[in-house]
């Protein structure tokens, strides 16, 4: 698969090979499935807690006599049938994270990146140089490459921070380095742009 390298005004200043074993695979939805799970089961911080009966701080004194009152029995004001008493079964910290194999992990994120180019909604800019943070050419740079009103994911090379920065307040825009690309940020973009020279990390990343 061809696909056209583009200059930050949107013109074309080349072709760029996507390679089949990576774009234009028989997707596997069940797998996509299986790592969107996983990524979004990571993203929960599983700091819920609430108190029991035994962590309810609370006289331990019985609170009326055992017979005769004409109700049921009660032994302690912590008991959960009480207002402020403690909850039965309650949440507790815990780790929601799902074990995945690599296989089924790469699996995905070719399937959706699969998605992706079969609906032309890939792209690859030629390196851009961001010398300074500055949101404004990054809003420029949406403009010239007619993505304003798109979610848009830029897929970079390595770490920029500059770039990362630039773009940190456009809502609809995301910038991650090729080593984190997940099946996640690829299917919730609209459109997804290959920094020049993070297509070829993606495909010595993925093809092993």
């Given at each position: 698969m061809e696909i056209s390298i583009l200059?930050?005004?949107?013109?074309?200043?080349?072709?760029?090979?996507?390679?089949?074993?990576?774009?234009?695979?028989?997707?596997?939805?069940?797998?996509?499935?299986?790592?969107?799970?996983?990524?979004?089961?990571?993203?929960?911080?599983?700091?819920?807690?609430?108190?029991?009966?035994?962590?309810?701080?609370?006289?331990?004194?019985?609170?009326?006599?055992?017979?005769?009152?004409?109700?049921?029995?009660?032994?302690?004001?912590?008991?959960?049938?009480?207002?402020?008493?403690?909850?039965?079964?309650?949440?507790?910290?815990?780790?929601?994270?799902?074990?995945?194999?690599?296989?089924?992990?790469?699996?995905?994120?070719?399937?959706?990146?699969?998605?992706?180019?079969?609906?032309?909604?890939?792209?690859?800019?030629?390196?851009v140089d961001f010398s300074t943070p500055k949101t404004k050419d990054f809003v420029n740079l949406l403009s010239g490459l007619s993505f304003a009103d798109s979610k848009v994911l830029f897929v970079l090379p390595e770490d920029n921070k500059n770039f990362y920065l630039s773009a940190r307040n456009i809502q609809k825009a995301k910038v991650t380095p090729v080593s984190l690309l997940n099946t996640y940020d690829v299917l919730n973009a609209n459109k997804i742009v290959f920094v020049q020279g993070s297509v070829e990390k993606l495909e010595e990343l993925l093809v092993k």
């Open positions: 200059d930050k005004t949107g013109k074309e200043k080349g072709k760029q090979v996507l390679s089949d074993t990576v774009f234009a695979i028989e997707p596997n939805d069940h797998a996509i499935y299986l790592d969107v799970k996983r990524y979004l089961a990571a993203q929960r911080q599983g700091t819920h807690k609430s108190k029991e009966k035994a962590e309810i701080t609370g006289s331990t004194r019985k609170i009326k006599k055992q017979k005769g009152t004409g109700t049921a029995r009660a032994g302690s004001i912590k008991s959960p049938l009480f207002k402020g008493g403690g909850r039965v079964f309650g949440p507790r910290p815990r780790n929601y994270e799902i074990k995945l194999n690599q296989k089924v992990k790469t699996l995905a994120r070719k399937s959706a990146l699969t998605y992706k180019a079969q609906e032309n909604n890939i792209s690859v800019l030629e390196n």
